[in-house]
């Protein structure tokens, strides 16, 4: 009996580690770029970059300590300036990390970034129609920026089978 209830415990604990375990940094795919951008509130970042046209993904994180939307973008579709621009007037880039911080004055290296655990990640589709779903990156990134907000938008960045699966 005493070997079963261990056996109950450690997979329990198993569970419990798996769902609050942070993700891993997303690979930058090639052609694009990366900019963490600090913010008081990250689900905020990942909702307000995410809907930029040209960036790619988000995910939220920390570096020192500081919650950050970690961006990758299309720099043939946008550029820096525009993400800071916009960033900048919905409150979200309080802060600025680079892998090359020569390119912007004031800003500083990508370095020591640490994922959010899962159930951080994308909370604008959590307890959606959207969240039954397996979506990539791309389009939790697009999705989680128009869920809640604008529905249909968000819909147009799924393929006609999810949106068929959201109908049945």
Known sequence: MKS??????????????????????????????????????????????????GVMTTQAGFIGGREVTLVSYDPKTVSLAKILKQAKADGVASGVYLDDPSKLKDSRKITAYRPAPLHDQK????????SRLELTPEQATKVNAFARGNPKKAAEY????QRAKLKG
């Open 123 to 130: 909370k604008q589709i959590q307890g959606t129609i959207f």
């Open 4 to 53: 079963s209830l261990k056996s109950i415990l450690l997979f329990s604990l198993l569970c419990l580690s798996a769902c609050h375990a942070a993700p891993k940094e997303p690979v930058l795919k090639e052609g694009r770029e990366r900019v963490a951008l600090c913010q008081s509130c990250f689900w905020t970042g990942e909702l307000r970059i995410g809907a930029i046209e």
């Open 158 to 161: 799924l393929t006609a089978e």
